[in-house]
């Protein structure tokens, strides 16, 4: 593991409770507008049955898809947010690392419908990942990822690489968090080299706002 992404997994410790309030006092205006509203429509315009929500924080995703008489499983590297997860009414929430994951080192089950990531792919290496997480999916299923849009926060440098998040204008106390920007290309690239084929594409946006919130990629 790089020292980029050691820190990045220690910021997430370091955050996570700001990260709860947050999140469920809707104080991030992006996901309370835009974003939110996107991975779940997403999600439910395939009707699934069963959906493992990637990096699944708090649980505000897992509440939401319960709500429609959808089975979620969650997983989290991060024990507190596990933890508030489970405490929100979402039981079945694992704890395990992407490394974890990857290695096969903790059962998550499998044969899932569809498989969401939502804001939740950080990390450089990310490839090995996609492939693990292919492995889970029922032949049918689908990967919906939701992430920041390269072209709204590439700030003048397209190009890939690590970035930091200060967490400005944010309540509360939060540490600096590194995450790797890549291109669109640099994402296409890697869902091809996982297995994966691009099936649809989003860019979610505000209709006040002149860039898009986010992209949204379905794969299969």
């Known amino acids: 593991m790089s020292a980029s992404e050691s820190a990045l997994l220690q910021s997430w410790q370091h955050n996570a ?13 992006s996901r309370r507008e835009v974003t939110d509203q ?7 315009s ?11 924080g708090e649980g505000w995703l897992l509440r939401a898809l319960a709500k429609r008489a959808i089975e979620a499983v969650g997983v989290d590297g991060d024990a507190t947010l596990v933890e508030a997860s ?27 419908d569809l498989i969401c990531a939502n804001f939740a792919l950080l990390h450089q290496d990310i490839i090995p990942l996609l492939s693990a997480l292919k492995a889970l999916l029922a032949p049918s299923g689908a ?6 849009h390269p072209w709204a926060t590439a700030a003048g440098d397209y190009q890939d690489g690590w970035r930091q998040e200060t967490f400005n204008g944010f309540k509360g106390q939060w540490q600096p968090m590194p995450w790797y920007f890549r291109t669109l290309s640099s994402w296409l690239n890697a869902l091809d080299m996982a297995g ?3 099936t649809g594409l989003q860019e979610p946006q505000h209709p006040q706002s002149a860039a898009p919130q986010s992209l949204l990629m379905v794969a299969e």
Request: aromatic fraction near 8%.
């Open 196 to 198: 994966f084929r691009l």
């Open 143 to 148: 990967l919906v990822i939701q992430t920041l």
């Open 86 to 112: 489970r405490a929100a009414g979402s039981p079945l929430v694992y704890l395990a690392s992407y490394d974890a994951l990857v290695h096969t080192q903790v059962d998550i089950g499998s044969d899932y």
């Open 17 to 29: 409770q700001a990260w709860i309030e947050a999140v469920r006092t809707g104080a991030i205006e």
């Open 46 to 56: 395939r009707q699934p049955e069963r959906v493992l929500d990637l990096g699944c």
């Open 38 to 44: 996107a991975i779940l429509l997403a999600i439910l």
